[in-house]
């Protein structure tokens, strides 16, 4: 085991990154109502090279990009996107949150992508928690949004091979879970209390494991929501800014450029 810390998931004081992830945020706030769609969230910004991917916890998250796509994700789904060569994307909470109010929490993640894919069409996939397969036992749930595992394929589309799942466990539930050894694999629990391969674990708290393990162990002594995320090394040099993550400084620049110049598209953002 890597070690754990507390409140603070992707990039931390230990690390900048556990590769493919480069970043991870969780975010939970209150919405206070009779707010218009375009008051809250974030509007148009682009981004290119990486995969920001968004875990919907409570409420929701409507995306709207520069390909035309728009879609709405409740509790449970994901917002998946592989940025590619570039697009422009709004994250907002719907309008119907906005202006009822209530609480909203995600988890945003940032995926790497090998430098020969960095530059592929981009890729969107809205997912329900529906539309998630999962496995269901007794004490415990895990969906499996991307990879797989035992015999269960997450639906979206990645370009090194990784697993990424999310889950609950309650109180008492035992869980294993076998992960290729040669993955750099991140546990982060979004709230109660867990037992990872015989070490005590707080909600917030973040566990890493760098190529060492292919047993995570986990025990619930409180009910708790999990996510996992576990992938191959890329192991290529990274050079980022802002929302681009690319290999060189040269190509940060053309990023900036592309942007500017309106090569990642345009978004015109609908409010109703
Ligand atoms: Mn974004």
């Known amino acids: 085991m890597g070690g754990h810390i507390l ?3 992707l990039p931390n004081n230990y690390m900048n990154q556990l590769d493919p ?3 991870i945020h969780h975010a939970e706030w209150e919405l206070k109502g009779n707010q218009r769609q375009q008051e809250v969230g974030i509007g148009g910004h682009p981004h290119r ?3 920001p991917v968004t875990f919907v916890f409570q409420g929701d998250v409507r995306h709207q990009d520069s390909f035309g796509n728009d879609a709405t994700v409740k509790a449970g789904g994901t917002q998946w996107m592989h940025a590619g060569k570039g697009i422009v ?3 907002r909470p719907s309008a119907e949150l906005a202006q009822k109010g209530g609480a909203q929490e995600i988890i945003q993640f940032w995926v790497n992508t090998p430098a020969k894919y960095k530059m592929e069409k981009p890729y969107y996939l809205p997912l329900s928690e529906e539309k998630t397969p999962s496995i269901k036992e007794e004490n415990y749930t895990v969906q499996i949004v991307a990879g797989e595992y035992k015999g269960i394929r997450g639906p979206a589309k990645t370009f090194s091979p990784m697993l990424l ?3 609950e466990i309650k109180e008492g539930g035992v869980a294993e879970f076998e992960i290729p050894s040669h993955f750099n694999t991140l546990l982060y629990l979004l709230d109660g209390g867990l037992v990872v391969n015989g070490e005590r674990v707080e909600k917030k708290d973040l566990v890493w494991f760098k190529n060492d393990g292919e047993l995570l162990n986990i025990s619930a002594d409180e009910t708790t929501r999990f996510i996992i995320l576990s992938g191959a090394p890329i192991d290529e040099k990274i050079t980022s ?3 681009f993550v690319m290999n060189t400084q040269t190509e940060i620049m053309e990023a900036l450029r592309d ?4 090569k990642m598209g345009v978004l015109i953002e609908n409010f109703n």
């Open 165 to 167: 799942m999310r889950g």
């Open 49 to 51: 090279g990486f995969s």
């Open 89 to 91: 994307h709004s994250e």
């Open 21 to 23: 992830f480069l970043l």
């Open 259 to 262: 942007a500017q110049i309106g």
């Open 7 to 9: 409140e603070q998931p």
């Open 241 to 243: 800014y802002g929302p």
